[in-house]
């Protein structure tokens, strides 16, 4: 599908087109990938940030309880969420280039690796050498949003810190690839731009990276903007109806690609959304550092919508006549030998 095939289907649709342009979804989904969905769970690592982001609570400027994890107290953490089922976790943290470190993370990653069929990281980006070495110690799989394509957009919300320049962050997707690490999450933070136009750069970004990197694995995610310690004003609003079209519409322009929904939104609409498009789900989150066994002790990065247990999210995607899928199939084998 080339762009302006793309952008026709971010076009206001009747009832009627916007109807068939979701069934086309729900279909391409089921053939692409089954009648699974996998779920994970991010671990928050620390909310420790030297970027000043004005729609973000870890942002710098915020007076709050800063906490970055132990080693140790890190493991406790993903133990309990392997006790929930967990197989697939994601490591994130606020932008902290001494408290969240390569060394940090590369001895953590060497101890959970053994214990997770999956393990990824949203933290601050880093140089080829840097994710190679992170890729020997265990981390298979990088997200790493743009947030916003509007650049005039992007540098009035990023004010100071390494995030502020737009050109180096949009590099460091292709250092991710180059690193050998093979799974690469991008994404836009919708609110913050017109999202036809967000969406149509962050397609265009997707196809260049996979004309060049076309033996990688992509997933695309396009968290909203919730309410946090930064009282942003949100500018550009995104339906419930928009949210479900854009969902639709990446599906049929990328239908290999995984589509990732976390627990911003609400229990209604992601029941709504299984087998729409999506084929990952985050479950039970907590978005504060230490939260699953220590909750609200620090400040969180937003407030969740859908508060409900990992079982009872399992449910609600068996309700649905989908699998979920807590471990890949090869850990699972591999465990039973």
Same mark, same amino acid.
């Given at each position: 599908?080339?762009?302006?095939?793309?952008?026709?289907?971010?076009?206001?649709?009747?009832?009627?087109?916007?109807?068939?342009?979701?069934?086309?979804?729900?279909?391409?989904?089921?053939?692409?990938?089954?009648?699974?969905?996998?779920?994970?769970?991010?671990?928050?690592?620390?909310?420790?940030?030297?970027?000043?982001?004005?729609?973000?609570?870890?942002?710098?400027?915020?007076?709050?309880?800063?906490?970055?994890?132990?080693?140790?107290?890190?493991?406790?953490?993903?133990?309990?969420?392997?006790?929930?089922?967990?197989?697939?976790?994601?490591?994130?943290?606020?932008?902290?280039? /001494?408290?969240?470190?390569?060394?940090?993370?590369?001895?953590?990653?060497?101890? !959970? %690796? +053994?214990?997770?069929?999956?393990? &990824? =990281?949203?933290?601050a980006p880093f140089d080829k050498?840097?994710?190679?070495?992170?890729?020997?110690?265990?981390?298979?799989?990088?997200?790493?949003?743009?947030?916003?394509?509007?650049?005039?957009?992007?540098?009035?919300?990023?004010?100071?810190?390494?995030?502020?320049?737009?050109?180096?962050?949009?590099?460091?997707?292709?250092?991710?690839?180059?690193?050998?690490?093979?799974?690469?999450?991008?994404?836009?933070?919708?609110?913050?731009?017109?999202?036809?136009?967000?969406?149509?750069?962050?397609?265009?970004?997707?196809?260049?990276?996979? /004309?060049?990197?076309?033996?990688?694995?992509?997933?695309?995610?396009?968290?909203? !903007? %919730? +309410?946090?310690?930064?009282?942003? &004003? =949100?500018?550009?609003?995104?339906?419930?109806?928009d949210f479900k079209q854009l969902?639709?519409?990446?599906?049929?322009?990328?239908?290999?690609?995984?589509?990732?929904?976390?627990?911003?939104?609400?229990?209604?609409?992601?029941?709504?959304?299984?087998?729409?498009?999506?084929?990952?789900?985050?479950?039970?989150?907590?978005?504060?550092?230490?939260?699953?066994?220590?909750?609200?002790?620090?400040?969180?990065?937003?407030?969740?919508?859908?508060?409900?247990?990992?079982?009872?999210?399992?449910?609600?995607?068996?309700?649905?006549?989908?699998?979920?899928?807590?471990?890949?199939?090869?850990?699972?084998?591999?465990?039973?030998?």
């Open positions: 599908m080339n762009v302006q095939q793309f952008q026709n289907l971010l076009k206001p649709l009747t009832e009627s087109e916007r109807l068939h342009l979701f069934q086309s979804a729900r279909t391409l989904t089921r053939q692409r990938f089954g009648r699974t969905i996998q779920l994970f769970a991010p671990l928050y690592i620390s909310n420790e940030c030297v970027v000043t982001c004005t729609y973000c609570g870890f942002s710098r400027q915020n007076k709050i309880e800063r906490k970055t994890l132990t080693v140790d107290e890190v493991l406790k953490e993903a133990e309990y969420l392997r006790q929930q089922r967990f197989r697939h976790l994601l490591l994130v943290s606020g932008e902290h280039p /001494k408290q969240v470190s390569p060394e940090y993370l590369s001895l953590i990653a060497q101890k !959970l %690796r +053994p214990l997770f069929a999956s393990l &990824a =990281i949203e933290v050498e840097t994710y190679s070495r992170l890729c020997a110690s265990g981390v298979d799989r990088v997200v790493l949003y743009q947030e916003t394509y509007d650049r005039l957009q992007y540098a009035s919300v990023h004010l100071a810190g390494p995030k502020k320049f737009y050109e180096k962050r949009i590099q460091s997707a292709e250092a991710v690839l180059q690193s050998g690490i093979r799974s690469l999450g991008m994404g836009i933070l919708l609110g913050l731009s017109d999202w036809r136009a967000e969406a149509t750069a962050l397609f265009e970004h997707l196809l260049g990276l996979r /004309k060049k990197y076309w033996r990688a694995d992509y997933t695309v995610s396009f968290p909203r !903007l %919730r +309410p946090c310690a930064s009282d942003f &004003a =949100i500018p550009h609003p995104v339906s419930d109806d969902i639709a519409a990446f599906r049929l322009a990328l239908p290999e690609a995984g589509i990732v929904l976390s627990t911003r939104e609400s229990a209604t609409l992601r029941d709504e959304l299984i087998g729409l498009g999506v084929t990952q789900m985050s479950a039970g989150s907590r978005t504060e550092p230490g939260g699953y066994l220590h909750p609200d002790q620090a400040l969180k990065q937003f407030e969740t919508e859908d508060q409900r247990s990992p079982e009872e999210i399992s449910r609600a995607v068996q309700a649905k006549g989908l699998e979920p899928v807590w471990k890949d199939e090869e850990s699972t084998l591999m465990e039973v030998l």
